[in-house]
């Protein structure tokens, strides 16, 4: 086993959006007024959509378009969990899981006992929130339920245009690989799961990172190479079709990447973080730092598995055009390309290493 990391970092540009609200507006005038999330950073104000939503947006996305089949849920009282199956679910394989749960078994004496079978499975994919790379004073919209009878009834909520920021990170050696020793976050099939996978085209391999009592690595249960390739695959396809956001009705945004970076690691570490900057007296004014850009990739160079794919829409930071195709030109490993391109020519590149 290898170590090899999809890195991702994308901006994405929307105007006059409510992407992620927070519930009710206390500050308003309106009893029915709904506020946007956001935090503040050197007090200033930066609104956010939450990485739990990205990730919905993410999943609905993933069964929209490539017809993932998603685990059901179930229940019970103040918890809920998915089937975490792995095996026959890929949005378990992909977004983790943690079922705390007990069965009833027969030993060999015929008496029925409890046996406790809790997995949990840390997700290989791995997100930030989305949140405006500068600083943004949302305002706040008077509307109205209104129909040609009767009294109106106003509310109020926040709006905003942001260019936004995130990053995610995609484990693509943990991703169809599962452990079953019993550690938190590592016994992620029971007993059952590990026998039907491997009666069904799944092989063990060893775990190079961890070793039993007597030094010898435990075993991993792997799906085969065809479903690791489409999960992993679609996983990254999907962001050219992402969609979401809440107040959709009367504030459509687009949220699919206008700037995207894609790029496999040997380390776990994110390098594009800090790429998009703000300035200006109210460091409100956006820009992509070409300069940290090149930085990230002269100290990563030796990090990088394969080409870098650095992903642009027309209309977007237009004035970047010629410093990107010049940071192409002085790295050969550098591919600057449309944001589709960018995306399909890297899922190409990583079927090859996996």
Same mark, same amino acid.
């Given at each position: 086993?290898s170590?090899?990391?999809t ?6 540009d929307v105007?006059v959006?409510a992407l992620n ?6 500050q308003?005038?309106f009893d ?5 999330k ?7 104000s930066y %609104?956010y959509v ?8 993410w999943?609905d996305?993933?069964q ?5 089949n ?8 103040k918890?809920?969990?998915?089937s975490a199956?792995?095996? *026959?679910?890929? !949005?378990?394989?992909i977004f ?6 007990t ?5 060999d004496k015929?008496? %029925?006992?409890?046996?406790? %079978?809790? %997995?949990?499975?840390v =997700?290989p994919l791995k997100?930030?929130?989305?949140v405006?790379?500068g #600083? ?6 008077w =509307? #109205?339920?209104?129909?040609?009878d ?6 109020? *909520?926040?709006?905003y245009s ?6 995610f990170s ?5 991703? &169809?690989?599962f452990?079953t020793?019993? *550690?938190?976050? /590592? ?9 039907e +996978?491997?009666?069904?085209g ?6 190079n /990172?961890?070793? !039993? ?6 075993k ?5 190479d065809d479903i690791?390739?489409s999960r992993?695959t679609?996983?990254?396809? +999907?962001?050219?079709?992402?969609? &979401?956001?809440?107040?959709q009705?009367?504030n459509?945004g687009d ?5 995207i970076i ?5 380390s776990?570490?994110?390098p594009f973080?800090h790429? +998009?900057s703000?300035s200006g007296?109210?460091?409100d004014i ?5 300069d940290?850009l090149?930085?990230?990739?002269? !100290?990563y ?8 794919f650095?992903?642009?829409?027309a209309?977007f930071? !237009? ?5 990107l ?7 050969s490993f550098?591919k600057?390309l449309?944001i589709?391109? =960018?995306?399909d020519q890297?899922?190409?590149?990583l079927k090859?290493?996996?």
């Amino acid at each position: 086993m290898s170590n090899l990391k999809t890195q991702g970092f994308i901006l994405i540009d929307v105007d006059v959006v409510a992407l992620n609200n927070a519930g009710k507006n206390t500050q308003s005038n309106f009893d029915n007024a709904v506020g946007t999330k956001r935090i503040y950073k050197d007090g200033k104000s930066y %609104v956010y959509v939450s990485g739990q939503a990205w990730r919905y947006w993410w999943r609905d996305t993933l069964q929209k378009t490539f017809g993932w089949n998603l685990s059901p849920i179930t229940r019970d009282s103040k918890i809920a969990f998915t089937s975490a199956n792995p095996i *026959k679910y890929a !949005d378990d394989d992909i977004f983790g899981y943690m079922k705390a749960a007990t069965e009833e078994v027969t030993d060999d004496k015929g008496k %029925v006992k409890k046996e406790n %079978v809790t %997995v949990t499975r840390v =997700s290989p994919l791995k997100n930030s929130v989305l949140v405006s790379v500068g #600083s943004v004073r949302p305002v706040e919209n008077w =509307s #109205s339920m209104a129909r040609q009878d009767g009294d109106s009834v106003p509310y109020g *909520k926040q709006e905003y245009s942001a260019v936004m920021k995130g990053m995610f990170s995609l484990d693509i050696e943990q991703s &169809g690989t599962f452990a079953t020793y019993n *550690k938190t976050g /590592f016994k992620n099939l029971t007993e059952a799961l590990k026998v039907e +996978a491997l009666n069904n085209g799944a092989i063990e391999i060893d775990d190079n /990172f961890m070793k !039993d009592e007597k030094g010898e690595p435990y075993k991993l249960v792997r799906l085969a190479d065809d479903i690791r390739k489409s999960r992993i695959t679609e996983t990254i396809l +999907a962001l050219k079709n992402i969609s &979401g956001g809440a107040m959709q009705t009367n504030n459509m945004g687009d949220v699919t990447p206008k700037f995207i970076i894609l790029a496999t690691l040997n380390s776990g570490n994110h390098p594009f973080s800090h790429i +998009a900057s703000a300035s200006g007296k109210e460091n409100d004014i956006v820009d992509l730092n070409i300069d940290a850009l090149r930085e990230v990739i002269i !100290d990563y160079k030796n990090n990088f598995q394969g080409d870098v794919f650095i992903g642009r829409r027309a209309g977007f930071m !237009d004035e970047k055009a010629n410093q990107l195709k010049a940071l192409a030109e002085e790295f050969s490993f550098v591919k600057t390309l449309t944001i589709n391109e =960018s995306i399909d020519q890297y899922t190409e590149q990583l079927k090859k290493q996996l």
